[in-house]
């Protein structure tokens, strides 16, 4: 019998997998739900929400980057700072610093939720605690 702090196996490895495909697993869980009418658990609802809602996020964040980047790119000084944040650390397999730290963000969520955690992340996760009730 199912407790309930206790998600199901297969919960959690459809939660931990939302974050690793950025939303897109969560999504089709969402749409089988529907179809079969079967209701998603409030644990696996935070999750899948939270992951579309970190992509999202990520996507407006890169297309907002990039376009203050043209910008910082004429400035003289100011243009090595992206130089700095965007070049290979050779002891992280060639990633940047900021490739890194989004991958260890994505990281920490997934097996946060693959342990059946509710993942934090301070602004991010208010929210989606805040739509989800």
């Known amino acids: 019998m199912r407790t309930f702090n206790k998600p199901y196996p297969i919960e959690r490895l459809i939660a931990a997998l939302t974050y690793l495909t950025a939303g897109g697993a969560g999504f ?22 939270q992951s579309i809602f970190i992509s999202i996020l990520f996507f407006l964040i890169s297309v907002f980057g990039n376009f203050l980047l043209v910008i910082i790119y004429k400035i003289p000084i100011i243009n090595l700072i992206p130089v700095i944040l965007n070049a290979p650390l050779a002891f992280a397999n060639q990633l940047s610093i900021i490739q890194l730290f989004t991958t260890t963000i994505i990281l920490y969520l997934a097996i946060t939720s693959a342990m059946g955690y509710y993942s934090y992340l301070p602004w991010v996760s208010d929210i989606i605690k805040g739509n989800t009730k």
């Not at 089709?28 to 929400?49: C, D, E, G, S």
């Open 28 to 49: 089709v869980w969402l749409i089988i739900a529907a179809v079969t009418r079967k209701q998603v658990t409030p644990f696996l609802m935070y999750h899948i929400l």
